[in-house]
């Protein structure tokens, strides 16, 4: 291969790795903020009620879904991200075709988490309008 062609695919592997490397962030913090809906929600929502009910079944497979999913990817991002870090190391361009298809694959699989963490944020903010937190900040505020 000449300069510029072995130029040009480390900048192609550079921009996935980087890529990757907020990927795993993304995911990072989908977990933790998760966690901390989840603690949130999960006491509020009553049981006695059947929309109640129902909120909490909806959160619970959502939520499950997407730890399920992030643990997963989280794992498989972390794998091609040593991949594409073998690949750079040496500059060895000769797996690039099989790290390409991962990486798309990832790419596909991400953009289907990014939509489920937007219908997920999406119920969740609407059952915390419908049901507000019954708190007092003037008089937090006062008391102090």
Not at 5 to 33: A, G, P, S
Not at 99 to 127: N, P, T, W
């Amino acid at each position: 291969m000449n300069e510029d062609v072995d130029n040009l695919l480390k900048e192609k592997l550079e921009t996935m790795y980087f890529q990757t490397k907020e990927w795993i962030e993304d995911m990072e913090f989908y977990e933790i903020e998760f966690n901390f809906l989840n603690t949130l929600i999960s006491d509020r929502i009553d049981t006695t009620t059947t929309e109640d009910l129902d909120h909490k079944n909806l959160f619970r497979k959502m939520d499950l879904l997407l730890f399920k999913l992030s643990d997963e990817v989280i794992f498989q991002l972390k794998e091609h991200l040593k991949t594409l870090s073998h690949l750079l190391d040496p500059i060895d361009l000769s797996n690039n075709d099989e790290c390409a298809k991962e990486h798309s694959r990832l790419l596909d699989k991400m953009m289907q988490i990014k939509i489920g963490v937007k219908k997920l944020k999406k119920a969740l903010f609407k059952y915390l309008k419908n049901h507000p937190f019954k708190f007092d900040l003037d008089r937090f505020i006062k008391d102090l």
